[in-house]
């Protein structure tokens, strides 16, 4: 028999082990393009990249190594990390400088691929989730398991693994206009990190992995790690950028923002934590020992204990009462 720690210590190994095991039997290694060299001005960054080296060594073929020179963006990002889907942890809801990013060099020629040509089932916002509404942070498009996905914009692939909180087989890519993308509920996933991919390379094949209903893709265009709504400069019927250049700024993140019921609840709990501070009352016209404890959100009671007085008190305009 087993005893109960072993049994636990089992099922803890083969949870932290299956998103291993799932990567292992959905991807075949992929044969990396000519070695590229570790070469950077920054310390930092060479850090960074051995790490990510390191962390992908399991899955990948020996002998490649990363160049930091080609990480896109670097001057919008401070880090290059092939696990997180947002390792930069910054409030973008506190304001912060506008960025343009430009989508369309002066050519006019826009590298934008559309990642799945069917057409959308779910926008960006609100929706109906079992009894109540979630937050739908990107775009669903229908697919069949098995159909290609294409990457949207020129890139480097920074993650690509199995994401346990809900994505599934998962692609994210820094792309060299700021933004980076990021394709939800592979079947198999196709790329590596450090992979270089130009807009209409395939990153994955569609399927229904994580938390899925049905095959699908779920899309997402982030930046600095926080998801912004897409179609406010891309079409995703015609297929095209209907900006050439987009001005990203603290606005862009409204929906990240707390709603009035989430601070209601957070100031709630905050309070239930806190000492509350002594808070005293001068008695007005037409009060009550009922209309203060309303106004004070307190009770009769807790007015009468506090201020050693009862119900037969009166309460004349000018008297100073506790309230807190
Ligand atoms: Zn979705």
Redesign the pocket.
């Known amino acids: 028999m087993l005893s109960q720690l072993h049994k636990r210590l089992y099922i803890f190994i083969i949870w932290a082990a299956l998103p291993a095991w799932g990567f292992a039997q959905t991807t075949k290694p992929v044969v990396p393009p000519d070695s590229v060299i570790i070469d950077s001005l920054d310390d930092d960054e060479i850090e960074d990249a051995v790490d990510s080296v390191f962390h992908y060594e399991l899955v990948r073929p020996l002998g490649f190594r990363f160049d930091t020179l080609l990480i896109p963006s670097k001057n919008i990002y401070n880090t290059w990390d092939t696990n997180f889907i947002d390792p930069y942890r910054e409030n973008m809801v506190l304001t912060f400088d506008s960025i343009s990013l430009v989508l369309c060099d002066s050519s006019g020629g826009c590298s934008f691929v559309q990642p799945c040509t069917n057409a959308a089932t ?1 926008g960006f916002g609100y929706r109906r989730w079992g009894w109540g509404y979630k937050f ?1 942070y ?1 775009i ?1 498009f229908g697919l069949k398991t098995g159909d290609p996905v294409y990457a949207a914009f020129d890139g480097v692939v920074r993650v690509s693994q199995y994401n346990p909180g809900g994505y599934g087989y998962m692609v994210i890519i820094r792309h060299y206009n700021g933004f980076e993308t990021l394709y939800g509920h592979f079947s198999k996933l196709l790329v590596y990190p450090g992979q270089s991919v130009r807009a209409g390379d395939v990153v994955g094949l569609g399927g229904s992995t994580g938390h899925s209903t049905g095959s699908h893709l ?1 899309f997402e265009i982030r930046y600095k790690g926080k998801p912004i709504d897409p179609t406010r400069f891309i079409d995703f019927n015609t297929h095209t950028v209907l900006k050439d250049t987009v001005t990203v700024s603290t606005k862009n993140f409204d929906h990240l923002r707390p709603t009035p019921q989430q601070i209601y609840w957070q100031n709630y709990y905050k309070n239930l934590h806190t000492k509350k501070k002594v808070l005293y009352y001068t008695v007005r016209r037409n009060d009550n020992i009922y209309s203060i404890a309303t106004k004070f959100h307190t009770t009769v009671k807790r007015l009468y204990q506090i201020n050693g007085i009862n119900r037969r008190t009166k309460l004349k305009k000018g008297r100073t009462i506790r309230v807190r």
């Open positions: 779910s739908h990107g669903d779920h």
